[in-house]
């Protein structure tokens, strides 16, 4: 199959991204039930401004602000083996003319970190936003106590940027600087690469 399994491809019917180990579905207030179970979980949800849903008419609510932002894309992430919803991603300030947007919202149930799932949604949605979307500069901001987004993040081959000071309340009511990290459309190539590497290896790993 050798380099086959990287002609993913955007499903222009549905707008879903299709990759190898998941596909991002257009996110709706159907996902609810199947989201609360990661997103309910205080380790999944420890970095999220916003409140944890612990039931599903909360879940439902919180899906419905999140859809109804119309400078937001929202996905669900579909594991491709069993259709299972293993997490939520999403561009939001989205500004076309302005070719930029940032990605956020992102949670993985807990069974699910460590394999190929959370690098491969990057993968899909970089690709949508620079090859699809025609993007100058994607975003992603971190809370700074948040060392292991920070790593990640850096190894991915993203440009810290700098930091807000007490840019936005905790869910303790705590404030946060946030870290931002940024992508460029010609830095895209090489973090592209490195994300192929990265799902294919996690993915024919052992313990993926």
Known sequence: MGHEIWLYCVAVNN???LGS????????????EALLPSASDPEVWRWMPRPRP??????????????????????????CDDDAVIGSTS???????????????????????????????????FSHA???LRLTRLALRTDNLN???QRALSRLGL?????????????????RDSLYYSLLADEWPTIRDGLRARVAAKTTAPDA
């Not at 180990?21 to 609810?32: E, G, K, M, N, Q």
């Not at 599903?56 to 996905?75: K, N, T």
Request: charged share 25%; glycine share 6%; net charge negative.
């Open 147 to 149: 060392v292991r987004s």
């Open 91 to 125: 561009l939001y300030e989205l500004d076309l003319a302005e070719g930029r947007a940032e990605i956020g919202a992102t949670w993985f149930d807990r069974s699910c970190w460590g394999g190929p799932y959370n690098a491969e949604s990057k993968l899909l949605l």
């Open 159 to 175: 440009v810290y940027e700098g930091t807000l000071r007490s840019h936005m309340r905790r869910q303790d009511g705590t404030r």
């Open 130 to 132: 620079f090859d699809d």
């Open 15 to 17: 707008n879903s991204l």
């Open 21 to 32: 180990t998941v596909r991002l579905v257009p996110l709706s207030t159907d996902h609810a």
């Open 54 to 79: 612990e039931t599903v008419p909360q879940m439902h609510a919180l899906l419905s602000q999140m859809i109804a932002d119309p400078a937001r894309r929202c996905f669900a992430v579909q594991r």
